[in-house]
């Protein structure tokens, strides 16, 4: 069992910057694939970026590729996701996920993914 928590969410100016971060509780931590998916009013969930358990790869929507940035730090059993020149766009709900693999790959769909956050608002104003 993983618990995860995010949290760094809030309200910023197009142009600005929001750094995310996920807390995760419960055993083999590292053992888990992170990803971070988004959902706006209205529409579904979406992939935003996933990185491996060792940290080793990491991947990205093309809608943020350029401007964000996924990291972990395993002996801190966190995840975060660094959001530069934010868009009214990128307004929306942003969860945080872990997949069980054990291998240097992630997954990007949500179907794959077997804990849940609850969430954490982003905010980005025009």
């Known amino acids: 069992q993983v618990q995860l928590v995010e949290s760094g969410g809030g309200l910023v100016q197009a142009g600005g910057s929001l750094t995310l971060s996920c807390a995760a509780s419960g055993r083999a931590y590292s053992n888990y694939a992170m990803g971070w998916f988004r959902q706006a009013p209205g529409k579904e969930r979406e992939f935003v970026a996933a990185i491996s358990w060792s940290g080793g790869s990491a991947g990205y929507a093309d809608s943020v590729k350029g401007r964000f940035t996924i990291s972990r730090d395993n002996a801190k059993n966190t995840v975060y996701l660094q959001m530069d020149s934010l868009k009214p766009e990128d307004t929306a709900v942003y969860y945080c996920?872990?997949?069980?693999?054990?291998?240097?790959?992630?997954?990007?769909?949500?179907?794959?993914?077997?804990?849940w956050g609850q969430g954490t608002q982003v905010t980005v104003s025009s």
């Open positions: 996920a872990a997949a069980y693999y054990s291998d240097n790959y992630y997954p990007s769909l949500t179907s794959s993914y077997d804990y």
